[in-house]
Nanobody, 121 residues
Framework: EVQLVESGGGLVQAGGSLRLPCAASGVSDVDYGIGWFRQAPGKEYEGVTCIIRSDYIYYGDSVKGGFTITRDNAKKTVYLQMNSLKPEGTAVYYC???WGLGCAKDATDYWGEGAQVTVSS
């Protein structure tokens, strides 16, 4: 059974930082990469970042330079480090298992329950 469990969400002031861990289990490292999507109020899902194998990382244009994804294989945990957060970063952040390059929604098979991140101005 695939399980993706996010933690670390919360309220942060604009300009602040937050780190979201995702504990992944039951996911084949060969078949899937792990990443993050987000959905802001009233908006579509957006691919934030995905790490495929150990040598390919995708970042969405809106987060380049501010967000970093890392992976701890021993702990089977993927981390989303978010720096210089802006109010438009307010969203539910979902940990996902994806089989394609580019962090595409239609190539994503598994979703966590989501973690709320609220950035106050």
């Amino acid at each position: 059974e695939v399980q993706l469990v996010e933690s670390g969400g919360g309220l942060v002031q604009a300009g602040g930082s937050l780190r979201l861990p995702c504990a992944a289990s039951g996911v084949s490292d060969v078949d899937y990469g792990i990443g993050w999507f987000r959905q802001a109020p009233g908006k579509e899902y957006e691919g934030v970042t995905c790490i495929i194998r150990s040598d390919y990382i995708y970042y969405g244009d809106s987060v380049k330079g501010g967000f970093t994804i890392t992976r701890d294989n021993a702990k089977k945990t993927v981390y989303l480090q978010m720096n210089s957060l802006k109010p438009e970063g307010t969203a539910v952040y979902y940990c996902v298992a994806t089989w394609g390059l580019g962090c595409a929604k239609d190539a994503t098979d598994y979703w966590g329950e989501g973690a709320q991140v609220t950035v106050s101005s």
